[in-house]
């Protein structure tokens, strides 16, 4: 149990202050003060950069690779890349790409993302109120040669969503699962004079074709609904079969 962090008490504060007190500068301390049953501890932290996987990867059976993408932040690219290359090497037949539930982050990310395997050409374009585009193109260097499937569902939101819109507009691979969450507009932060923020929709982004997706979501190639009682991923059997089959 966390009893205080650097003098703040954590029974007396709300937890944004208390973890405002934790978190900081890289290489710098925190002195917490914890107690277990009856015995308290008392330790200097250093604090340090955290970061989360967001990619997981494995070979399954009849070697078809799966991904899993849980989030495109800033280091996805790299792991991507670095787990697509390794199945590669391995001997990939066909990859199951896996944004069930993925809410998506960061543009940069996704446009890198999809820079690995992706055939030349545009990727997504976003649109203000006032008609100005931004593009955001593949440079095709290394297109993928294998069948690809993308798994994604409801929960798929904003990045997964240009990343299955892309795959399925260019047809180079199948998505599988239930329709997408259909959020297709760009937000910006605004920072105010007294330190406060406004978060603002400051455009919307189009899938490849033009379509806007906003409100409607993605529909699957294959639709698959997720059994709740079933003891197999369902889903991730019909993307492997699928991969298998091509």
Excluded: W
């Excluded at 998506?104 to 585009?133: C, H, Q, W």
């Excluded at 929960?155 to 240009?162: G, P």
């Excluded at 691979?173 to 259909?182: A, H, I, S």
């Excluded at 709740?228 to 492997?240: N, P, S, T």
């Amino acid at each position: 149990i966390l009893v205080s962090a650097d003098g703040v008490q954590a029974v007396t504060v709300e937890l944004d202050v208390l973890a405002a007190a934790i978190k900081g500068s890289e290489g710098k301390t925190v002195h917490l003060v914890m107690r277990r049953g009856r015995e308290t501890y008392e330790r200097d932290v250093e604090k340090g950069r955290i970061e989360v996987h967001m990619v997981e990867s494995r070979m399954m059976e009849g070697q078809i690779g799966y991904v899993g993408i849980s989030q495109f932040t800033a280091h996805v690219p790299g792991e991507f890349r670095k787990a697509y290359e390794k199945l590669l090497a391995e001997g990939m037949k066909g990859l199951v790409i896996d944004l069930r539930s993925n809410p998506g982050g960061l543009m940069d990310s996704v446009v890198d993302t999809l820079n690995i395997f992706m055939p030349e050409g545009l990727l997504v374009y976003t649109e203000d109120r006032a008609g100005k585009r931004v593009e955001y193109s593949c440079e095709g260097a290394s297109p993928i040669q294998i069948p690809l499937v993308v798994l994604v569902n409801g929960n798929s939101a904003s990045a997964s969503e240009i990343f299955a819109g892309a795959v399925q507009d260019y047809g180079v691979g199948t998505l599988v699962g239930t329709v997408t969450f259909g959020k297709g507009i760009v937000q910006k932060t605004y920072t105010l004079r007294d330190g406060s923020a406004v978060k603002m929709t400051a455009a919307y982004y189009y899938t490849p074709k033009g379509s806007c997706i906003h409100g409607k979501g993605i529909q699957p190639d294959v639709e698959v609904e997720p059994k709740e009682d079933a003891e197999e991923d369902v889903q991730l059997q019909r993307a492997a079969e699928l991969c298998r089959e091509k």
